[in-house]
């Protein structure tokens, strides 16, 4: 499931989704004022139509449902497979609601990659990138995504993200965002991703994939053991690549 939330709207109730269509269930019944959700759950109806599901996408029945906490969009999600047995158990308008809805968001979900990368390309050419460097820009673009996502299974929230991103790049670079863009003579809006050579940028991934491999390894958890870990990784690349001297070029 995707953390991006979207909230649409059914007859003036806010549904709140994920971008890949997993819907809050929670937030659904309460706003729908409808009662029982737990009961829903452990319903035969519920628990029949989910093991097919389960079967189907190969994975545990468990996996079709996950708990999202924190301060906005808390609660239990639905696989998107299940959203239209969850509506009619609210109602048949409901269901046939959500089966034009989640269709839609699978469908935007699976195309938002290829969406991205074309206006990434496009971007980056307007700067005048070279094509090899365009070329790792958007191949690290699903490392960055693995190596965020891991930070945040282990424990990571908010400022500990830039945390771990400076630990990256501090052994590569001589400092943190702040620094590169010091060095380039970037504005602050920059990503300082489009201005690396396909080196940096094939360094970065690398540190980020073996630093997201590492840390599940050693099961670190929490901000400060992650840090410590992507560190200790962007050294060791930063040795490798560039025979202890900082990358600059």
Request: charged residues 25%.
């Amino acid at each position: 499931m995707k953390n991006r939330l979207k909230t649409l709207d059914y007859n003036g109730t806010g549904i709140v989704f994920s971008a890949d269509g997993w819907i809050n269930a929670t937030a659904t019944v309460q706003a729908l004022g409808k009662e029982g959700l737990d009961n829903f759950l452990r319903s035969a109806a519920y628990l029949e139509y989910a093991a097919v599901v389960a079967q189907a996408n190969s994975v545990d029945l468990t996996e079709l449902k996950t708990a999202r906490r924190g301060r906005y969009g808390s609660g239990t999600f639905l696989h998107p497979e299940l959203a239209v047995l969850f509506g009619r158990w609210i109602s048949p308008a409901f269901a046939y609601w959500l089966d034009k809805q989640v269709p839609a968001l699978i469908e935007k979900a699976r195309n938002a990659p290829a969406v991205a990368e074309q206006a990434r390309t496009r971007k980056l050419q307007r700067l005048g990138r070279p094509a090899e460097a365009i070329a790792a820009r958007n191949e690290g673009v699903s490392s960055r995504r693995a190596f965020t996502d891991q930070l945040a299974r282990r424990g990571v929230k908010q400022d500990g993200f830039g945390e771990c991103t400076r630990a990256v790049y501090t052994p590569l670079f001589g400092g943190g965002t702040d620094t590169i863009k010091k060095n380039y003579g970037l504005p602050d809006g920059a990503n300082v991703r489009d201005y690396m050579s396909a080196v940096q940028l094939v360094s970065v991934s690398l540190v980020e994939i073996l630093s997201t491999e590492r840390i599940e390894k050693q099961r670190d958890y929490g901000t400060n053991a992650c840090v410590e870990t992507c560190n200790k990784v962007a050294k060791e690349v930063a040795n490798l690549v560039s025979s202890n001297r900082r990358l600059s070029s």
